[in-house]
Each structure stands twice: as structure tokens, then as C-alpha cells.
């Protein structure tokens, strides 16, 4: 906006001293007072006549003030009426000024004038001269020497028209062929007229004035030139009318031109169809109106065009306020950008010192800025976006006088885009929205930097990396500020600069985030979405943070916490504060909880890690089972679940639940064989178990989905109903929650994955304990090498070694060793059976104690 008020500026200058002093003066102001004194001029001869030489001086004066002179060397009166007048003056006086300064006068004065009196007209023979505004002499004498011409002859007679023109105020014209039509108070000329004023010359081709309407039109080829305040100006028309009346001047395809420095990046043109210049008494511009493709143009490639304009001046001649209206289009180009802009309507304000000071757009505002790409960036060029329905600018001025934005508010869906060349990368982008936008701008390097953007109103911002991921975030309120370093490309337009440092949004914010498609995919990303009372962006690490009740969700589920940081490059996330998530796990619909006092989301490897402490560790549980721990490790993509405490010499700290539907039998009698060697069996009856829970603790538990397995290492205690049991590490097996048939289940196997099943959820099937076994059961403890527990039937099967076989002590029946015991905790049997090879050199043992009556 800075370039196109710099022109503005020169449009309020089109035609202004030049039009009223020279124009006016010449047709209009000279002409109207003098007609009258060449058509009673011979009435007058005779009266108060000085004679020299065939010569007369005539002078009228009233109230003591002289009024007009008139001068002729020579008057011929021939037999047909007529009048031929030779070397003919005439001087018409005003008054002074309101400072007391000297009176003025013009003066009209030709070789040879006829008049003819019955007719009405005065026709001028050759040229005709005209001065006006000159110096007035101080008495009688030297106004008469004045009207007679006697300062344009030289000391030889030679002609001095040239000479004596320094005066500023003084208006030299010269044509030729000049009428004058009493009866219709007409005076025309279609010779050149030719005309001077401090420096500027000027030129048309034809004229006519009517005294009676005031009107004088100059008919075509009007022309002028010269310096004005110290520039080179250049103003052309088709065609002029000036209304003395209405004091008015009309231009037809009006053209100024001026020139403030050196190269053609300093030429500046205004045109229009048709130019109205308004003048006030003193016949300084008051007002200009252009109509029909109001165009300024300058050598830096800048243009704008409108359908009409409008620009008031003060007292002193300079610009109080400028309109464009009626499609506004405004461009800029040069080696470095390329600018366009557009709106229904622009006003601009001046300062006293006539100084742009304020500008408005209004009406569907657009402005583009394409800042041209560089070697480094390979292609990829920056660019600047702003529309709204408003846009209010605050101007001042740098210090080579151009004025440039202070402060820029956009109202009206106002939107601000930024879009930066990322060195062999792309581009990276930022976009910022809101009912009201305000942007606030620092000097820097003789321009402007944009430095702090704020919105209300529905605002939103959204980033999208060189990587195309897209980032939204939307709130009642919001604060951008930009980075102060300098930057690698620079913009008149006082943009540059315009790398997001920090970002501030309040007041029910929500953000999203979308990854591009996968490469041949059409459609877009999963989305995630988060919900917070505020969110800040930091542009330095490139991380939003969440504040307050914040909701993140996506396709696999949610989670909640008080804060969450999530990193633009990677979708990495960090929450904190009573953590929450909910994940919903296949087709079943079943969902997976987890409470948390923090969490790390790892977006790559889909991975959320949740973390507590000894005293309240992170929780996760699908329908009865739950593990807690100090960490989490859960992956959705592989569906897998590690637990385990902080640090590698953790205590067993990982608590785990799970839960027997209860579909096994178990023995309907005490009575069993325990003969060695013969694998002995007990009678069974189809006698259902109810759901059984069995806890399991460890200091780590990693869980697989797929293989419906959780494995815990680092010791292990697992308690259920029926006991006990202790070891290094163990396995859990789990079966799926949809009732199976025998014969499918038999083909299925135990511990595969179904697809009726959720995450840890199912029946727990039975639980491989291996590693210096203890189990302890009210009145009974045993030790092995290996357990298999079955959580349906309560069987416990327990295995040695041939050197360290497998032990029952009971305080009951006694101890009973064998290489494979089975026992219930229901019931006092224990099967024994040394493998599939009789147990060959193996001795089975028993002790059984005798109860002694008292």
C-alpha cells in the first residue's frame, strides 16, 4: 500500500496551479476585463489625451485608484466606421493582497487590433501578448509608460518581450488570430496559443470564451511543461472547459506526468477521461474529481486503476483526503515481486504537512504479494495474501519520506496468508483468520517488518509444513508475533519478516492435524483433532501446546489431560495432568481405557507411553483385566502393551488382572491313586467353575495381541482363589471372548487372536509359571521348576527335574515328590507321573502322616 499512496499523492496535484493561473488567466480573468475597454476605447479618444508622436495614453481611475490604462501609438479611423488601433497596450489593476503587499495588474498588448463598431467585433492582426499578475508601478506616470510597452523596447527598439520574466506570480500568454464577438460576448482563437508561469510552459491549439456564461473552452492539444517545486512535470488534454461561475475546470483525457528523481523508476503518471478541477475565490484548487479509468502509474512498475477519484486540497495547496471507487485494481512488479490487489473503494488521509497519514479499502478487499524466487530456494518463490471487507492502514513516514504501514486492521472474514521458500524443501505456509485482524509493523532497514498480528472473533490459524502437513487451530482469540532476525527476502510492501516466532489462542480452541495422503492415495490422511481453553505455538521448536480440559482424539480413539505439546514436524505429542485415553479396539467395539499422570505419543510407530509413579502408577484395563504400572508402553498399530517400572533396578511393580470366564470341571471326589509309575487318575464330573480373577505381578509384562500372550519377566507372583504361585517368569494365555465350539476350538489352538476379542480382553485359559516355583495354598506348599495353572478348572500341573523333582509337603497327608504333579486346590488328591518314559530311575516319595488320637 506504501507505493500506490506515494502516487495517490501526485494525483492531487494534476493541473492545480497550472490550470487555474495559467488557463484561467489567459481566456478568462484578462480577457473579461479588458473587452470592455477595446470596445468603448473610441469613444474615449480625445479625453485626457497626451499626444507623442501619433500616439495616445488613456487611464481611468476611480476613487483615486487607477482601474485600467490604455495605450496606442497610432488610431485609424476609416470611412466604412472601422477602427484600426497599431501598437496597442492595455493595463487592468487590481487590488493589493490582504498582507498589504503591492498591487497587480495585467496587461494585453498586440501589434495591431481592428474594431468594428456597427458589428461588435475586434479582431486582433498578428499576435496578441499577455501578462498577467505582473508588478503594478507605483505612480500615474509609470502606469501610463507601462500600458505603452515602453519595458518591452530595448535602448535600439529591438523587442524585450523576453526579458524581465523572473517574477514567480507572472503569466505570459501569446496567440494570435483572436476574435471578439460583441453581440454574443464571444472571443475565439483556433491559431496556438502559447503560455508561461514559473518555469512551465504551456500550449493549446484554439480557444473561445463567453463573457456572459463565464465559459472558455481550450479546444484540443493542450499542452504543458517544465519544472514545479523543483520536478519535471508534463500535462496534457484533449480538451479544456473552464466555468468562471461555478469555478470549474473540465478535462478530457487528462494526463499528468512528473518525474522526482533520476531513471524511470521515478516517473509517476495520472490519467483519466475526464478530469474536473474545482477552484475556490483566490483560484487555488479546492477539489479534483476524475472520472473513466482513473489510472496512476509510476516507473517501479506500479499501477492503479479505478473508476473514479476524488482528492481535496486545503488552503495551502496540499492533499487533505483522496477517493478511489467503483473496482479498484491495484499492481506492482518488478526484478523482486509481483503485487496485486483490488476493492470496491480506497481513502486515504493526509497530514498537515499533506503527508499520507491513513488509508481504507472497503469492499471485498484483496491483496497479493509474490515476492520472486531465488537460487536457493530452486523455484520456490515467497507470498503474502490479505483479504477482508475492511482494511484500515496507519501510515508514516521512513526516512527517505516514503510512507509505509505503522498498523494494518482488517475487518470482515479478514484473512492473512504467509507462505515462505524453505532453502531445497518446499514452501512453508501460515494462514490466519478472524472476524477482526490487527497487524502491527517496526521499522527495519528502511522499511517496515511485521511484527505482531492479533485477531478476535472467531480466529484461526493454519500452518501447513514443506512436508504438506496441514495444522488448524481455531479460538475466540488470538496473538502471532513474528521473527526480528533479519530475513533473506524483503518486500516495499512491509512484509518481510513474516516467519511465525510465537502464536497465542484462546477461548474454546480447537486444533486439527492432517498428514498428507500416502503416496498413491487420492483421499487425505487420518485427522487428529484436540479441543483446549488455549493454545501457543512456539516457532522456534516448532511445537503447539495445549492448555486446560484438553481433548485430543483420532480414528483410534481419545485422550484427555490438563496440558499437551505436540511437535509439527513429527505429530509427536507430550500430555500431562490427569491423563486420560479411551481406544477403540476392531470390529467387537470393545474399548481400551488408561489413567495417567503423563503421556508421550510417538506418531510415527503409532505409540503412546503412559507414566505414574509407585504411589499412583498408569493404569490400563478392557472390560475385567487391567495392568498398572510406573510405565505404559502401548501400541496400537501392533496392538502390544509393555508395563514395567522406571529404571532397570525397579521393584515388581507391574500389577496385572485378568479373568476367567470359568468354563472347566473340577474332581467330585478326595479319593486318588498315587501309585509310583502309574500316572493314576481321578474320576471327574461335569461340575462348572464360576469366573475366576487372577492377579499377576512382575517387574515388566509385555503383551501381544496377536498371540493372545503376556509374558512377565523379573519374578513373578500370581494370585487367584486357589493360591499362590511364584517364579521367574511366566506366561499368560488368553482365549477369546466369543464362545467357541469344541471342535473349532480344538482347531483354533489355545492363544490365538480373535477377531471377537478385544485388547486383553477374553478369558484367561491358563498361566506357564517357569523358574524356581513356590506355591503356597492354606495347609499345602509346593515347589517345581515349572507351573502350568489352567484359571477354568483350577488344576495346577507342576514339573521338576530329575534332579530336583517336583514337591508337595501338605500338613495334612505329608510330602509327595514326583517328576509331574497335578492337584487341585479344591480337593487333597495329587496325581503324579514321572513323563512319558515311566520315570525311569526315578524314585516317587511319599511321607504320610498319621493323625494321633489324644
Known amino acids: ?219 484540443s492539444a493542450v499542452k504543458v511543461s517544465g519544472l514545479h517545486d523543483g520536478k519535471p512535470i508534463l500535462l496534457t488534454a484533449n480538451r479544456v472547459e473552464m466555468d468562471r461561475v461555478s469555478h470549474k475546470a473540465v478535462l478530457s483525457q487528462a494526463k499528468y506526468v512528473t518525474v522526482s528523481g533520476d531513471g524511470d523508476q521515478a516517473r509517476q503518471t495520472v490519467e483519466a477521461r475526464r478530469a474536473v478541477v474545482t477552484m475556490r475565490s483566490d483560484n487555488k484548487v479546492e477539489r479534483l474529481d476524475g472520472e473513466g479509468a482513473v489510472t496512476i502509474t509510476a516507473g517501479d512498475g506500479m499501477r492503479m486503476v479505478a473508476d473514479r477519484g476524488e482528492v481535496l486540497l486545503s488552503a495551502d495547496d496540499r492533499p487533505q483526503s483522496a477517493r478511489m471507487m467503483g473496482h479498484v485494481v491495484y499492481s506492482a512488479s518488478d526484478d523482486s515481486k509481483d503485487a496485486r490487489g483490488s476493492s470496491s473503494e480506497a481513502r486515504v ?13 472497503s469492499g471485498d478487499v484483496h491483496l497479493n504479494e509474490h515476492l520472486l524466487p531465488v537460487a536457493s530456494t530452486k523455484g520456490a518463490g515467497s507470498a503474502r495474501e490479505l483479504s477482508a471487507a475492511v482494511v484500515e492502514i496507519d501510515l508514516i513516514p521512513n526516512s527517505q519520506g516514503k510512507t509505509q504501514p505503522r498498523a494494518v486492521k482488517a475487518t470482515g472474514d479478514a484473512r492473512l496468508k504467509v507462505i515462505d521458500a524453505v532453502k531445497d524443501k518446499g514452501t512453508r505456509s501460515s494462514s490466519m483468520t478472524g472476524d477482526v485482524l490487527t497487524a502491527s509493523f517496526v521499522p527495519a532497514n528502511n522499511s517496515q517488518r511485521l511484527d505482531e498480528v492479533k485477531g478476535s472473533g472467531r480466529t484461526s490459524i493454519e500452518r501447513v509444513d514443506e512436508k504438506g502437513v496441514v495444522e488448524t487451530s481455531s479460538g475466540d482469540t488470538l496473538q502471532v508475533r513474528f521473527r526480528s532476525g533479519p530475513q533473506k527476502t524483503s518486500s516495499p510492501s ?11 489462542q484462546q477461548g474454546h480452541v480447537v486444533v486439527t492435524r492432517r498428514p498428507p495422503p500416502a503416496k498413491g492415495d487420492a483421499g487425505s490422511g487420518e485427522t487428529d483433532r484436540a479441543t483446549a481453553e488455549s493454545a501457543s505455538y512456539d516457532g522456534t521448536t516448532q511445537v503447539i501446546t495445549l492448555n486446560g480440559g484438553v481433548q485430543l482424539s483420532n480414528a483410534d480413539g481419545t485422550l484427555w489431560a490438563d496440558r499437551v505439546a505436540i511437535e509439527q514436524k513429527t505429530g509427536d505429542a507430550s500430555a500431562t495432568g490427569t491423563v486420560k485415553a479411551s481406544y477403540r479396539q476392531g470390529s467387537a467395539g470393545a474399548v481400551v481405557h488408561v489413567l ?114 503376556a509374558d512377565f519377566s523379573g519374578g513373578v ?96 497327608r505329608g510330602v509327595v515328590t514326583g517328576l509331574e504333579l497335578s492337584f487341585r486346590s479344591e480337593d487333597e488328591s495329587v496325581v503324579i507321573s514321572n513323563g512319558d518314559k515311566g520315570g525311569a530311575g526315578l524314585r516317587v516319595h511319599t511321607e504320610t502322616r498319621v493323625k494321633k488320637d489324644r
Open 717 to 812: 507372583r500370581v494370585e487367584s482363589a486357589d493360591g499362590v504361585m511364584r517364579g521367574d517368569h511366566a506366561t499368560a494365555y488368553l482365549q477369546s471372548s466369543t464362545p467357541q465350539k469344541p471342535e473349532s476350538a480344538g482347531k483354533r489352538g489355545a492363544g490365538k487372536a480373535d477377531a471377537g476379542a478385544g485388547f486383553l480382553g477374553g478369558s484367561l485359559e491358563r498361566v506357564v509359571v517357569n523358574g524356581s516355583i513356590v506355591i503356597d495354598q492354606p495347609g499345602r506348599r509346593a515347589t517345581g521348576d515349572r507351573l502350568v495353572y489352567t484359571a477354568a478348572d483350577g488344576l495346577f500341573m507342576l514339573t521338576g527335574t530329575p534332579a530336583s523333582p517336583s514337591r508337595v509337603v501338605d500338613q495334612a
Open 596 to 709: 495417567a499422570q503423563r503421556a508421550e505419543l510417538k506418531k510415527a510407530n503409532d505409540l503412546a507411553v503412559f507414566h505414574g509413579d509407585a504411589a499412583r502408577p498408569a493404569r490400563l484395563w478392557q472390560e475385567g483385566s487391567q495392568v498398572e504400572a510406573p510405565v505404559l508402553e502401548f501400541n496400537q498399530k501392533q496392538r502390544r502393551l509393555v508395563a514395567r517400572g522406571e529404571g532397570t533396578g525397579a521393584p515388581m511393580a507391574v500389577r496385572a488382572v485378568l479373568v476367567s470366564t470359568g468354563t472347566g470341571t473340577r474332581s467330585s471326589g478326595a479319593n486318588s491313586a498315587a501309585t509310583p509309575g502309574s500316572g493314576g487318575t481321578s474320576k471327574e464330573s461335569a461340575v462348572l467353575r464360576g469366573p475366576a480373577v487372577v492377579r499377576v505381578a512382575s517387574r515388566q509384562m509385555v503383551y501381544s495381541d496377536e498371540s493372545r500372550t
Open 1 to 219: 500500500m506504501r507505493v500506490s499512496v506515494e502516487r495517490l499523492r501526485v494525483w492531487l496535484l494534476v493541473g492545480a496551479a497550472l490550470l487555474v493561473l495559467a488557463v484561467t488567466g489567459f481566456l478568462g480573468y484578462a480577457r473579461f476585463r479588458a473587452h470592455r475597454f477595446l470596445t468603448d476605447l473610441p469613444a474615449k479618444l480625445g479625453a485626457d489625451i497626451r499626444q507623442e508622436t501619433n500616439g495616445f495614453t488613456y487611464s481611468q481611475t476611480l476613487k483615486g485608484r487607477t482601474v485600467f490604462t490604455v495605450h496606442a501609438a497610432k488610431a485609424i479611423q476609416h470611412k466604412d466606421g472601422k477602427y484600426t488601433l497599431r501598437d496597442v497596450g492595455i493595463a487592468v489593476y487590481g487590488h493589493g493582497d490582504r498582507q498589504g503587499k503591492a498591487e497587480r495588474v495585467d496587461r494585453i498588448y498586440g501589434k495591431e487590433f481592428e474594431l468594428d463598431q456597427a458589428t461588435g467585433v475586434v479582431k486582433a492582426v498578428g499576435e496578441v501578448h499577455l501578462d498577467l499578475e505582473a508588478p503594478a508601478a507605483k505612480d500615474a506616470g509609470g502606469k501610463m509608460d507601462y500600458a505603452s510597452g515602453k519595458d518591452l523596447k530595448g535602448p535600439g527598439g529591438e523587442d524585450m518581450h523576453e526579458a524581465g520574466r523572473g517574477d514567480a506570480r507572472l503569466v505570459h500568454v501569446k496567440t494570435s488570430g483572436l476574435v471578439y464577438l460583441q453581440k454574443l460576448g464571444v472571443a475565439a482563437t483556433d491559431q496556438d496559443i502559447e503560455f508561461e508561469y514559473n518555469g512551465l510552459t504551456g500550449h493549446a491549439k484554439g480557444a473561445d470564451y463567453n463573457a456572459d456564461t463565464g465559459q472558455m473552452n481550450l479546444q
Open 349 to 361: 488521509a493526509f497530514d498537515k504537512r499533506g503527508l499520507a497519514e491513513s488509508a481504507v479499502l
Open 494 to 504: 512491509g512484509f518481510e519478516g513474516s516467519e511465525i516466532a510465537t502464536a497465542l
